[in-house]
């Protein structure tokens, strides 16, 4: 087993694997750039190194700088965590060339999954259901005219180099698949540095919906079931459940072979994750879309209903450990379903909103998880993703869990900066999400619809809060023969509760700005 991990990541992933290393009894290695000197990760780690001034691509993109660290800190593995290196195959490869483990997938597995048009062409040869397009990149537009035709419009054209939206077009008529395929091309090669793009059916309205699966360097491949991941903003996910409500035991089963067929195509080991969509008009159907070839964002609520612990396994399995269990000892208990709080502004077209956090109460309770890398008083930096914490709601049923994450949302307080909490609120209350009714339209559908995702104005709140309170004191007081209990029952209207998150949060941090330099501890 190693003794001293690297964690090539920031925020609360990398929380998360400190966390995990400290369980295993490993030590735990941070790296932080200029922005992140007093960031929770380095405050939680056993050792942390700087690496850079605040640019990415001068820090935790910057290959040289995490390997010096790593040497430097005698680590003898390095967890990449997800974003940033942690899908570049030249990374794992250098680690390699290091005597560095990286823990993760071979770095030709996460070539050939980088690329999207290879990964399609593998999987055609494995036999796994395709989405109906081509199966290479476009050389002209002659032939992107022969492919869309051939599959019917309408049709996306995807960049083969990446994902996450980014060049992506819907085209639904001949008319626009010239300027469309300009545009995506452009893009594309903006985001990726290839301008490469292919085409595919466009699936009105699918749901996507994934399967985690696990792989030892010893040939044995597992799926731990799905995660549906329907609601997505632009398409990237912003809500996830598992199992989904319309996948049932069959399907299931027939879903998971088909990833873990992904998989062995790959020669794939550690954690991934094959995607696949889901036709809206016949559920039973399901197509492969691609596989991620690292830890998700959303791996939370899988741990959730299996009770498994996704980053000691891929730790265990980076240092040649057997799967310990196999296919028919995985069991699904319950139902789990994950938010991802970012600091972003609902109400500005949810651009990040950076800033210093005044107040933090973050839920707890029977059934909730929160994973977070952030503390009251710590500022968010603009130069990162803004995600600041996944809270999770876990029950015997979908309706338990809902219940239970609708209450933990209610408990939840930052203060300082704008955040999507609201719209999980709204979500979570929406008619089809509570009937299960999901497909990849459906968010952008309900924020279409116009009603408001912001939290209430802080003047607004502080008025509801006082009234609140004055109001339930004196009835308390009533009850009690007119001898005032400092208990009034406050803390138990959900009223209150939204009241809660006011302007009266702007208390000052109990941290200490003490960040450690590198190798304090």
């Known amino acids: ?8 990541n920031r925020g609360e992933i990398a929380v998360r694997i400190v966390r995990a290393c400290r369980e295993m009894g490993i030590a735990a290695v941070a790296v932080y750039s200029e922005a992140d000197r007093a960031a929770l990760h380095v405050r939680k780690a056993d050792f942390a190194y700087l690496l850079g001034p605040a640019a990415a691509s001068e820090s935790y993109l910057s290959i040289p700088q995490i390997l010096d660290a790593a040497r430097r800190s005698g680590a003898d593995a390095i967890h990449p965590g997800y974003g940033f290196l942690s899908e570049r195959a030249e990374f794992a490869r250098a680690c390699a060339d290091a005597g560095i483990r990286f823990i993760g997938p071979s770095a030709a597995a996460i070539e050939l999954m980088g690329s999207k048009t290879r990964a399609r062409q593998a999987m055609q040869r494995a036999g796994v259901p395709m989405v109906p397009g081509s199966s290479h990149g476009l050389p002209s537009l002659a032939e ?32 626009e698949l010239a300027s469309a395929m300009q545009s ?11 301008a490469e793009v292919y085409l595919e059916k466009l699936l009105e309205r699918p749901r996507h919906i994934e399967m985690q699966v696990l792989g030892d360097e010893h040939g044995n491949v597992v799926y731990l079931g799905e995660r549906e991941c329907s609601l997505q903003r632009r398409h990237q996910k912003v809500l996830e459940e598992a199992p989904s409500p319309v996948v049932d035991a069959a399907l299931r089963r027939r879903m998971g072979e088909a990833a873990v067929q992904v998989a062995r195509a790959a020669a794939y080991t550690n954690a991934g994750t094959v995607e696949f969509l889901v036709d809206a008009a016949a559920p039973e159907q399901f197509y492969f879309l691609e596989m991620n070839t690292r830890l998700q964002v959303e791996h939370p609520v899988t741990e959730m209903v299996t009770g498994l612990d996704l980053v000691q396994l891929q730790i265990r399995i980076a240092a040649g450990e057997r799967l310990p269990f196999r296919q028919e000892g995985i069991e699904i208990r319950g139902h789990a379903i994950e938010c991802r709080i970012y600091a972003e502004d609902p109400e500005n077209n949810f651009f990040p909103s950076p800033g210093r956090i005044t107040r933090l109460a973050m839920p707890a309770g029977p059934g909730i998880r929160e994973d977070s890398g952030v503390y009251e008083g710590w500022t968010v930096p603009l130069e990162y993703d803004p995600l600041l914490a996944k809270v999770v709601g876990h029950g015997a049923t979908r309706a338990e869990a809902t219940a239970r994450l609708r209450r933990a949302l209610d408990e939840t307080i930052i203060g300082g900066i704008k955040t999507n909490v609201a719209l999980f609120r709204r979500i979570l209350g929406d008619a089809d999400f509570i009937a299960g009714r999901l497909d990849t339209g459906l968010l952008d559908r309900l924020l279409a619809a116009g009603a408001s995702v912001a939290e209430p104005e802080d003047t607004e709140i502080a008025a509801i809060a006082a009234a609140i309170f004055s109001a339930s004191g004196l009835l308390h007081a009533t009850e009690n023969g007119g001898a005032r209990s400092p208990s009034t029952g406050f803390e138990s ?23 450690r330099e590198e190798g304090l501890r």
């Open 184 to 194: 995506a091309e452009s893009e594309a090669l903006r985001a990726f540095g290839d």
């Open 1 to 8: 087993m190693f003794r001293k991990i690297l964690i090539a």
């Open 144 to 175: 992107a005219e022969r492919v869309a035709a051939e599959v019917g419009y309408p049709v996306m054209l995807k960049a083969a180099a990446g994902g996450g939206g980014k060049g992506m077009r819907v085209v639904r008529a001949p008319a």
């Open 493 to 515: 209207s959900r009223l209150a509760s939204n009241a809660r998150r006011s302007s009266a949060m702007r208390g000052t941090s109990s941290w200490k700005k003490t960040g």
